[in-house]
């Protein structure tokens, strides 16, 4: 059983950056054909991909966010990171990584629960 959990600061001051780590458990993410992915929810609006990191370490961002997002890894605590730089109050959201064992496709095998990200000052 594939298990995500997200973690994270919860309140951010705007200008800052966020880092968020998901910590993988019941395969590891250098898994031949698994894709490690972040997507977000703002309040009253949709699911927003933010982008993923393969099993061999390569990234895609979402062009809108690709100048503040970086997402990277380390195998050793089967664990990958989110950082959004320059965050504003309209970073407001639950963030979730995901797996997806098909590629890059927007479709999830496995969900984390999910973290709050609040940007205020």
């Known amino acids: 059983q594939v298990q995500l959990q997200e973690s994270g600061p919860g309140l951010v001051k705007p200008s800052q950056t966020v880092s968020l780590t998901c910590t993988v458990s019941?395969?590891?993410?250098?898994?031949?054909?698994?894709?490690w992915n972040w997507a977000r929810q703002p309040p009253g609006k949709g699911l927003e991909w933010m982008g993923a990191i393969g099993y061999g370490g390569s990234t895609w961002y979402s062009p809108s966010l690709q100048s503040r997002t970086s997402i990277s890894r380390d195998t050793s605590t089967n664990q990958f990171t989110l950082r959004l730089s320059s965050v504003t109050p309209e970073d407001t959201a639950v963030y979730y990584c995901?797996?997806?064992?098909?590629?890059?496709?927007?479709?999830?095998?496995?969900w984390g629960q999910g973290t709050q990200v609040t940007v205020s000052s």
């Open positions: 019941g395969v590891s993410i250098t898994t031949n054909g698994y894709y």
């Open positions: 995901a797996s997806d064992s098909r590629g890059v496709t927007g479709t999830y095998d496995y």
